[in-house]
């Protein structure tokens, strides 16, 4: 080997070490610089994580702003906004608390207003009802026909104003307490009869008729005071819908569990998209017929039906003969 070659062999071997030192310090600087920036990555994806789960006290920490110091400013100032937002949004909450107090508070005292009022105007209804007896009785002389005929409208208004006042006072009664039945075994036929007697001479006034049928002759337990109330609700309703001079079937009927009563007035029906909410509070159409009411008495009568764990359906049809029914479901 001559002289030459032996001396590029040394120079193409140092040159061999120093590019395989300066390879092996470029792939540690690498793989540390490849590590830091592994960590960095973590530590963003452990604050996003933290955040998505509540922890808005979570910040990028310094290692990774080191590395990504661009991405954890955005990320940092995104938490922080994130922690505004829900600072103001618990402030709305607030607000929105302390209004809805207010709003309980006087819708409480509205109630609470109307029934005191209800109560207080129920005292002197009551004596004009018993004046008026009086004054019909002839105790403060002979009426003519005239004088007579115009106490008994009086009559009937002032029933109708006593029969309002008890449908608000009855609601308000059942805001506080349930419904306390007093149940006894009484004649079905009687109860419906009577109250269709005493509701004669209201249908009377639009010349309307009220016919009865029954094919149900046993006893059954029920409270009489409050199954008459929802007869009269439901009879009161049907002279109300009804066209003037028209007619009004009452029927007790029915199966092996159940009986049914049910009312039926014909002329006018309930379109399909109220009859869901004719059992509604304070629900009614009778200002359209130009009568007075408080949409009341059928949540009122539903209320008494559930009571005695019965149910209250109602059926309109609106072509051909327009007729509605309400029925009553009790069990025997
Ligand atoms: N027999 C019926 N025929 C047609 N519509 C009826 C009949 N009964 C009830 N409705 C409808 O259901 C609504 C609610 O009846 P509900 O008895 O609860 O209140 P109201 O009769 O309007 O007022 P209130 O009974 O308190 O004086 C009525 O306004 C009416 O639109
Ligand atoms: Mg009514």
């Avoid at 007790?252 to 909410?277: A, F, Q, R, V």
Wanted: glycine fraction near 2%; aromatic fraction near 10%; charge should be neutral.
């Amino acid at each position: 080997m001559n002289a030459y070659v032996f001396a590029f062999l040394i120079i193409f071997q140092a040159v061999f070490i120093v590019a395989f030192v300066y390879l092996f310090i470029r792939y540690t600087n690498l793989k540390k610089t490849f590590s830091k920036y592994q960590r960095g990555l973590c530590g963003l994806l452990k604050t996003i994580n933290s955040v998505r789960y509540g922890n808005l006290f979570e910040r990028i920490n310094n290692e990774t702003l080191e590395v990504f110091p661009k991405l954890s400013k955005s990320v940092n100032s995104m938490i922080e906004s994130i922690v505004d937002r829900e600072d103001m949004i618990k402030e709305y909450q607030n607000d929105l608390n302390k209004k809805i107090d207010v709003l309980t508070e006087v819708e409480e005292l509205k109630e609470d207003f109307v029934a005191t009022l209800t109560h207080d105007l129920k005292v002197p209804i009551l004596a004009e009802k018993n004046m008026l007896s009086f004054l019909l009785d002839n105790r403060f002389g002979e009426l003519n026909e005239k004088q007579h005929q115009a106490l008994m409208h009086l009559k009937n208004s002032n029933k109708e104003l006593v029969e309002l006042v008890e449908i608000i006072l009855e609601t308000y009664k059942l805001n506080e307490t349930k419904i306390e039945l007093n149940k006894e075994e009484i004649d079905a036929n009687r109860l419906i009869e009577t109250t269709i007697e005493e509701m004669r001479p209201i249908a009377d006034t639009d010349n309307i008729q009220i016919n009865y049928w029954t094919e149900y002759q046993e006893r059954i337990k029920l409270d009489e005071f409050y199954i008459k109330r929802v007869l009269k609700n439901l009879i009161l309703n049907a002279i109300s819908f009804s066209e003037p001079s028209s007619k009004i079937d009452v029927a007790l009927c029915n199966n092996d569990k159940n009986i049914y009563i049910k009312i039926t007035n014909y002329g006018k029906s309930i379109k399909k998209e109220e009859l869901k909410h004719v059992f509604d509070k304070y629900y009614t159409t009778a200002k359209k017929f130009r009568k007075v009411g408080t949409g009341l008495g059928l949540y009122l009568s539903n209320k008494i039906v559930e009571a005695h764990k019965g149910k209250i359906f109602v059926e309109s049809n609106e072509e051909n003969e327009k007729y509605t029914t309400f029925i009553i479901e009790l069990s025997r």
